[in-house]
């Protein structure tokens, strides 16, 4: 494989800025002092002091002592240690202070809930909070993948390593038919994109996971609410900091194919071409990517800020894949009015232009003639001038990988900007009077390119370009009254507030072809001609617009600090839905109590039993669902000698379109014991959804047209499992601590029968409740009227289903097993008898081990992570994995499950159904903190080496055993991606999914 090292340079500018920043030394003070266990007197060795406001810090030695070097104009000193409470000391001119520790900072741990925080002692729903040091480290571009596998009951998953490609999460499983990624709150803001974010600029991720936390957020919240915090300055001297990596990629994993010789061998003499080509190896190459950030924070009396500028050079291992991104933030707080008036700003801009490449590549990498050329050895041959010189072998589903790599052009340039301002006043002692604006602002423009001598896309059309853009636009008004107030031994919070939001998009894309010339690609479509008369890709536009209007409120009450009640109602309405059904009532009630405040038991510090029940909303996917819709439909028609396309009604009215609900509830049990060195939760949850938004067959008539979006009468969504969460810190007091943290969740998701399926609104037409979506079909060649998933009536989502493959007969076919009994195998329809549930799409349970490590300076992080008890349909096994006649040209996949005696041509079953369990080492960081002379011009020295992805554990022999949540459809003979994914169809590993990689990244940490 190849590597690029001409990138060096140029990323190696910011890094020289950075470091010749050394001028930036000030006057320093030090303080010195010892750390002490309150209770016991001992000396707490390792703790932290930090200088607040700046990166620089020490931790005590092995008597408890410390001293740090202050910098002129710094105030306070933080002290924090594990398992006690964090203090912040004003430093006032002291040379020394002794600091005396408590037990309890697991219980004053803040977590950030809707529209406010809260201690993690008074949280009475199913919060995790993970803070930006526990984030997973290494070359990180999607913020989601901060915490993957960190937060008990969140499953993230990237199948494939595309750098351009995004996750797909899910909370607690699947929630809904139709949205089922969680609500992303950024620094307040709702439904703001993850793109206008770094991850080096995240201070904490939030995640509130069961209806009673989530119901505050109300019609959007059904899949729960992942809160990202940025971020902020602090008074005091300013602090200048530069996080720094460079990052090697390589392919992981491929599929095992036959060599060139043994293709030969297997496919005859006829199919020799006389090369000897890797495919794979030509299409891939090692990638080198830099991530650099700056960050500057501080203030003045007053006024605190922190600006940040983030520059990122992302290069994916497919050639031509990859992005350069642009991001800069400023946070901005001032106070005034005795500090009862705080302002806040906050301004993020990023800019990404990205080269998305072609999977389609890979896909044709693994099956192209491996003794096929590259390029025609006689560049001047007419067969060489009609494809630009690259080898072709026209067949149907069959391209030259390198010539799709190369030849097209397939890139964008997205442009994000997150503006939020907010002000807070504090009316009298405990009520404050809040009001925001927020607005974010999305454009992208893309365009794909195909010349006329591309055999791939564009000798058909006699070249092919493409040009789309979309201009989103995302405004957000609230205002809320808060008022927290002490009576007695009771805490009370108590929250109101209205919110107006307002989304609009705009998007707009043409298509041409005929293209005499290649040199303007997509940037004059005038030189082409028009897409067919009727073609919907010749030239089309949409507008699209709807409101959510939301009431909302929330009490907390804390009594004696041992019982804990909060209840919450939103009151929200939206013009998604039909005119008599806009608003719906989203209430939540929870509660705890503090058993270990009760009842002296021995060894436990914390025991709080909680319980909550609470009811969230979806939105439908897409506006005017409730409204009856028109579009062209089949041919244009000559009236007065003038082409005149026809319009009919594609989609009917419905006026009762409403809120699909869910309803979950959900006790728990936090814990910890050994002076707080165990500490963990476990959560059980039930919900319910109900009246789900889903495209249906109606009745013509009463109805006009039969394709209708109704709120599903004969189903509910019902899902149940467990979250437990379990951490240790140890010490064993010479400077060496150990941190080992686990997460296990168990899912289970059902589509349950309501009892009225005689209704007008039915996901089952059949009355054994059995659907098999066609959008399960493998594709071609062969297999696309195919189903491979059965939806059943109360039974699991996620059922693979097919015949029981039994051997091979002497004529090479399939042999399947008799089923029934009945003496004849009826397997050759998804329907007929002699087929069974063969495996499921989903996993029966996740798990994360991390581990930390520290003795001195030195750390060590390792993360372990795995999805257990799914199924994958492994697609190239299926049709590549045989040696049929039918399609000689195609290369063959040899796994462990080859068998040259198997000439029939591709039939789905269980022979290509496999177990896809795995435990990945997601990560690992080994860290090196320098001790830093008085005097320094430097805060802080880290340097760091972090793999991602570096082994899977798994029988599975595909290329990625991710779990594959939802299914994108079969993409053949050059078809496009839809982006529209069905969560009712997991568990199929298409052809086109990107090769895993693994990273290796070299990283700096400095603090000026």
């Known amino acids: 494989m190849k590597l690029k090292i001409d990138y060096v340079f140029k990323n190696a500018l910011l890094l020289l800025l950075c470091l010749s920043m050394t001028s930036l030394a000030v006057a ?228 095992p194919l036959a060599s060139a010789e043994e293709y030969v061998r297997l496919r005859g003499e006829d199919q020799n071409l006389g090369g000897d080509t890797d495919w794979i190896d030509e299409v891939t190459e090692s990638a080198l990517s830099f991530t650099h950030n700056l960050a500057m924070s501080g203030g003045i009396n007053k006024t605190s800020y922190r600006a940040s500028l983030n520059y990122r050079d992302i290069e994916g291992v497919g050639i031509n894949s990859g992005f350069n991104q642009l991001n800069g933030r400023l946070n901005l707080n001032q106070k005034a009015l005795d500090d009862r008036l705080s302002i806040n700003l906050n301004v993020s801009a990023t800019e990404r232009q990205s080269e998305f490449g072609f999977t389609e590549s890979f896909r044709y990498a693994n099956i192209y003639n491996p003794t096929a050329p590259i390029f025609f050895e006689d560049q001047m041959s007419a067969e060489a001038l009609q494809f630009g010189g690259y080898f072709q072998s026209p067949n149907f589903d069959y391209f030259n990988p390198v010539a799709i790599a190369e030849q097209g052009i397939n890139e964008g340039t997205q442009k994000d900007l997150l503006l939020s301002i907010g002000g807070q006043y504090e009316l009298i002692d405990g009520l404050t009077a809040g009001v925001s604006y927020a607005v974010n602002r999305e454009s992208n423009i893309f365009g794909e390119f195909y010349p006329n001598n591309a055999y791939f896309r564009g000798t058909d059309q006699n070249g092919e370009a493409r040009r789309f853009t979309e201009d989103k636009n995302n405004e957000l008004f609230e205002l809320t009254g808060n008022y927290k107030k002490r009576f007695g031994n009771v805490n009370f919070n108590g929250l109101v507030g209205y919110s107006y939001n307002e989304i609009t998009s705009e998007s707009f894309g043409a298509n041409g072809r005929d293209f005499i010339a290649n040199g303007v690609t997509f940037n004059n479509l005038g030189l082409g001609s028009r897409a067919n008369e009727g073609d919907g890709d010749a030239i089309f536009s949409n507008q699209e617009e709807y409101k959510v209007i939301g009431f909302f409120g929330r009490t907390n009450f804390a009594i004696d600090d041992t019982y804990f009640l909060t209840a919450a109602v939103r009151y929200e309405g939206s013009t998604r839905f039909g005119p008599e059904n806009q608003y719906g009532l989203f209430p939540s009630v929870s509660a705890g109590v503090n058993l270990s405040n009760l009842i002296d038991i021995a060894g436990i510090d914390n025991l709080k039993l909680r319980a909550g029940y609470g009811e969230t909303g979806s939105l439908p996917p897409f506006s005017y669902l409730s409204q009856q819709q028109y579009n062209r439909q089949g041919a244009s028609y000559p009236i007065g000698g003038v082409s005149v396309p026809a319009i009919g009604i594609t989609q009917d009215a419905n006026p009762d379109l409403k809120w699909e609900t869910k309803g979950e509830f959900n006790v728990g049990v936090d814990f910890a014991f050994g002076d707080y060195a165990w500490t963990g939760s476990v959560d059980y949850y039930n919900r319910t959804t109900r009246d789900l938004i889903y495209p249906v067959l109606a009745t013509v008539p009463p109805f006009v047209n039969p394709n209708i979006w109704a709120n599903l009468e004969d189903v509910n969504l019902v899902s149940n499992g467990i979250d437990v969460a379990l951490g240790y810190n140890m010490s064993n007091g010479d400077g060496f601590s150990w941190n080992p943290n686990v997460v296990f969740s168990t899912y289970n998701t059902e589509l349950q029968l309501t009892g009225d399926q005689g209704t007008q609104f039915n996901f089952f037409s059949s009355e054994d409740a059995t659907f098999f979506p066609n959008g399960s079909s493998p594709g071609a060649p062969g297999l696309n009227d195919n189903p491979t998933v059965r939806i059943q009536g109360d039974a699991e989502i996620g059922q693979i289903w097919g015949p029981v493959f039994a051997g091979i007969d002497d004529n090479g076919e399939y042999i399947f097993e008799d089923l029934d009994g009945d003496g004849t195998v009826e397997a050759g329809n998804f329907a007929e008898d002699d087929n069974q549930v063969l495996g499921n799409g989903l996993p029966d349970f996740s798990l994360g081990i991390n581990n930390t490590f520290k003795f001195g300076n030195l750390d060590l992080t390792f993360f372990l992570r795995g999805d257990f008890g799914h199924e994958l349909i492994n697609t190239y096994r299926l049709f590549y994995e045989n040696n049929a006649p039918s399609r000689k040209i195609d290369n063959i996949v040899q796994t462990e499950f080859f068998d040259e005696n198997l000439t029939a041509n591709p039939k789905f079953s269980s022979r290509y159904v496999e177990t896809a369990s795995f435990l990945a080492l997601d990560n690992v960081t080994v860290g090196y903190n320098f001790d830093l002379a008085d005097g320094s011009s430097f805060n802080n020295l880290r340097v760091f080496v972090a793999g991602r992805n570096l082994f899977f554990l798994t029988d599975y022999t595909g290329v990625d055993p991710s779990v594959r949540y939802a299914d994108e459809g079969a993409l053949d003979n050059g078809g496009r991606r839809d982006f529209s994914f069905d969560p009712l169809i997991p568990g199929i590993d298409r052809r086109n999914t990107y090769f895993r990689t693994y990273q290796i990244s070299f990283g700096v940490n400095v603090g000026f």
């Open 28 to 255: 320093q003070s030090t303080v010195t002092g010892t750390l002490t266990d309150a209770e016991s007197g001992e000396a707490l060795i390792g703790a932290n002091v930090l200088v607040v406001g700046t990166s620089s810090g020490t931790i005590t030695d092995f008597d408890g002592t410390y001293s740090v070097s202050v910098p002129e104009g710094a105030t306070q000193l933080e002290y924090s240690y594990t398992g006690f409470q964090t203090q912040t000391v004003d430093i006032a001119g002291r040379g020394t202070i002794d600091i005396a520790m408590s037990s309890g900072t697991v219980l004053d741990e803040v977590v950030v809930v809707g529209y406010g925080t809260t201690t993690r002692e008074e949280v009475t729903s199913s919060v995790t909070s993970v803070k930006a040091e526990d984030f997973n480290g290494g070359q990180v571009n999607d913020p989601t993948q901060l915490i993957q596998g960190k937060v008990a009951g969140l499953s993230i998953s990237d199948a494939g390593s595309d750098p351009n490609g995004g996750t797909t999460i899910r909370l607690r499983g699947i929630n809904s038919l139709g949205s089922t990624s969680p609500l992303i709150v950024i620094d307040g803001v709702i439904g703001a994109t993850l793109e206008t974010v770094d991850p080096n600029d995240i201070a904490s991720i939030d995640v509130l996971k069961d209806g009673s936390a989530a119901a505050i957020y109300g019609a959007r919240a059904s899949a729960g609410v992942i809160i990202v915090t940025t971020k902020k300055g602090t008074s005091g001297k300013t602090s200048v900091t530069y996080n720094g990596l460079a990052t090697v990629e390589n392919v992981g994993r491929t599929l």
